[in-house]
T-cell receptor
């Protein structure tokens, strides 16, 4: 399974944009790039996903490099509620079962 | 929030005893997954189901079995619990099984095997 690498931790100030990077240099053509986040003592929460093109939704934006070997999750205005562990995941498999969570990036948001 | 519940939410059991965890959904989603989460390992897939009575193994399936007799319930059984199975277990559901579909996670079950 293709793997991702993310920084262990990042800090941001409240109401500022946050760019969370992810490298996935061994990505295959059929791998989707997913982002999930997890608040303490909760299950992971879906954030966004994409294949080749940049994606936007109400929570965030996903910028995918042209060669797809890296991507960036963008939170446009960080709030204290955005403090969580963010996972960048490549999902593949006929049933999407190849869905490997790494250690993620712990985002701290400072007031 | 997706309608997913897990029971029990917390359980302490002794080594060698059987344990069954239940995942229940009200979304009528076809695909269901069981994961375990341990410090330093992120989430790892144990088993998944792509329909009633259709299940398959994930990355860390040894020591676990599953059953799905109806759409809404996916059971995870530890036949003889060991201390290495102490973990937090998450169930997830998806209405599309392909790689481009979202998964929705339950609140988790914290299992301690003494």
């Amino acid at each position: 399974d293709a793997k991702t690498t993310q920084p262990n931790s990042m800090e941001s100030n409240e109401e500022e944009p946050v760019h969370l990077p992810c490298n996935h240099s061994t990505i295959s053509g059929t791998d989707y790039i997913h982002w999930y986040r997890q608040l303490p003592s909760q299950g992971p929460e879906y954030v966004i996903h994409g294949l080749t093109s940049n994606v936007n939704n109400r929570m965030a934006s996903l910028a995918i490099a042209e060669d797809r070997k890296s991507s960036t999750l963008i939170l446009h205005r960080a709030t204290l509620r955005d403090a969580a562990v963010y996972y960048c995941i490549l999902r593949a498999g006929y049933y999407g079962q190849n869905f490997v969570f790494g250690p993620g990036t712990r985002l701290s948001v400072l007031p | 929030d997706a309608g997913i519940t897990q029971s029990p939410r917390h359980k302490v059991t002794e080594t060698g005893t059987p344990v069954t965890l239940r995942c229940h959904q009200t979304e009528n989603h076809r695909y269901m997954y069981w994961y375990r989460q341990d410090p330093g390992h992120g989430l790892r897939l144990i088993h998944y189901s792509y329909g009633v009575k259709d299940t398959d193994k994930g990355e860390v399936s040894d020591g676990y079995s599953v059953s799905r007799s109806k759409t809404e319930d996916f059971l995870l059984t530890l036949e003889s619990a060991t201390s290495s199975q102490t973990s937090v277990y998450f169930c997830a559901i998806s209405d599309g099984g392909l790689a481009g579909s979202e998964q929705y996670f339950g609140p988790g079950t914290r299992l301690t095997v003494t």
